[in-house]
């Protein structure tokens, strides 16, 4: 349905400009026509068509305008949509590549029993990567027509967010120290599984994106104006402050496909962007107060939990 949206306007446009076209040439043969016995013909007609004409050669650049935009747009999606096939592509090969080539050792020849463990555990993790490419897949196709309102509940953030530090850092296989939580118990009313959606995407990117050593700082607390504030940031190399809206578009990677030292596919933060809006909260870039790196800032309608102290580690 989006795709047949954004070309309903490129070609609703064309037609238009087209018609004017058409209009404005018929116009100009009746102009002349006019101008030819102007001496003794109505000059009101004269006038008339002159600024019927110009009103038209003004909906003409507008339109042309526009189309020019449009066509941009669509030139940058399919540029989009290009990495976002060389980088699935890649994510779909590199795992299976790997997997192939440890059963084909193993059928082959005859390994001992610690090495066809540690195969094992590599083809788990390959495993995993496809899983993981592919739960994100599924989680962007389902976000333009998932719109269902049951199993809203009362979800407290502070668990949910050590739950989704610790299965990235178990997917990355990384100490979970890594991740230093500075946590005030509140609650966000929405689905358990989009919250952990998207919150999971954001400890994904400051994981696989942080410095070395990797350090990841998740602060969470209520402001004056009763919403949840999580704060996500790592030691990374940062984000140029130009380019901090565009991250979040569809199929947006950063550089080119080919130099890429991280996996991913461009739909993480895209998935984060519209499950934020869903939830009618915001979310921006911001600078670490010291140091490199990258702070995301997710704000949530919230209410505070009463407890006797926050969880502080």
């Given at each position: 349905?989006?795709?047949?949206?954004?070309?309903?306007?490129?070609?609703?446009?064309?037609?238009?400009?087209?018609?004017?076209?058409?209009?404005?040439?018929?116009?100009?043969?009746?102009?002349?026509?006019?101008?030819?016995?102007?001496?003794?013909?109505?000059?009101?007609?004269?006038?008339?068509?002159?600024?019927?004409?110009?009103?038209?050669?003004?909906?003409?650049?507008?339109?042309?305008?526009?189309?020019?935009?449009?066509?941009?747009?669509?030139?940058?999606?399919?540029?989009?949509?290009?990495?976002?096939?060389?980088?699935?592509?890649?994510?779909?090969?590199?795992p299976?590549?790997?997997?192939?080539?440890?059963?084909?050792?193993?059928?082959?020849?005859?390994?001992?029993?610690?090495?066809?463990?540690?195969?094992?555990?590599?083809?788990?993790?390959d495993?995993?990567?496809?899983?993981h490419?592919?739960?994100?897949?599924?989680?962007?196709?389902?976000?333009?027509?998932?719109?269902?309102?049951?199993?809203?509940?009362?979800?407290?953030?502070?668990?949910?967010?050590?739950?989704?530090?610790?299965?990235?850092?178990?997917?990355?296989?990384?100490?979970?120290?890594?991740?230093?939580?500075?946590?005030?118990?509140?609650?966000?009313?929405?689905?358990?599984?989009d919250?952990?959606?998207?919150?999971?995407?954001?400890?994904?990117?400051?994981?696989?994106?942080a410095?070395?050593?990797?350090?990841?700082e998740?602060?969470?607390?209520?402001?004056?104006?009763?919403?949840?504030?999580?704060?996500?940031?790592?030691?990374?190399r940062?984000?140029?402050?130009?380019?901090?809206?565009?991250?979040?578009?569809?199929?947006?990677?950063?550089?080119?496909?080919?130099?890429?030292?991280?996996?991913?596919?461009?739909?993480?933060?895209?998935?984060?962007?519209?499950?934020?809006?869903?939830?009618?909260?915001?979310?921006?870039?911001?600078?670490p107060?010291?140091?490199?790196?990258?702070?995301?800032?997710?704000?949530?309608?919230?209410?505070?939990?009463?407890?006797?102290?926050?969880?502080?580690?």
């Amino acid at each position: 349905m989006s795709a047949r949206r954004s070309l309903s306007w490129p070609i609703t446009l064309a037609i238009v400009m087209i018609v004017l076209l058409v209009a404005l040439a018929v116009g100009w043969v009746l102009q002349s026509v006019i101008a030819a016995w102007q001496d003794t013909g109505p000059r009101g007609v004269y006038w008339t068509l002159l600024s019927i004409g110009s009103t038209f050669i003004a909906l003409l650049i507008v339109g042309v305008v526009l189309y020019l935009i449009l066509s941009i747009k669509a030139i940058n999606l399919t540029q989009r949509q290009s990495n976002f096939i060389d980088s699935v592509t890649h994510e779909l090969k590199s795992p299976i590549a790997s997997m192939k080539l440890y059963l084909q050792t193993l059928n082959r020849h005859h390994v001992s029993h610690e090495l066809q463990a540690d195969f094992h555990r590599f083809m788990l993790e390959d495993l995993a990567r496809l899983d993981h490419l592919i739960n994100q897949m599924l989680d962007a196709g389902r976000l333009d027509a998932d719109h269902r309102t049951e199993d809203i509940e009362d979800v407290e953030l502070s668990a949910l967010l050590r739950d989704c530090a610790a299965a990235v850092c178990l997917n990355y296989r990384v100490a979970a120290d890594i991740v230093h939580f500075d946590l005030q118990p509140c609650a966000v009313t929405g689905r358990r599984v989009d919250l952990d959606i998207l919150f999971r995407n954001l400890i994904d990117n400051a994981v696989k994106y942080a410095g070395s050593p990797p350090r990841v700082e998740v602060q969470l607390r209520m402001n004056d104006k009763g919403q949840a504030l999580a704060r996500i940031a790592d030691n990374g190399r940062g984000i140029p402050y130009h380019l901090r809206r565009k991250i979040f578009g569809r199929f947006v990677r950063l550089g080119s496909e080919l130099e890429r030292d991280k996996p991913g596919t461009g739909l993480g933060l895209y998935i984060v962007r519209t499950l934020v809006e869903r939830h009618r909260g915001h979310i921006r870039v911001r600078d670490p107060e010291e140091g490199a790196g990258t702070v995301f800032e997710v704000q949530l309608p919230g209410k505070a939990i009463a407890l006797a102290v926050g969880i502080v580690n």
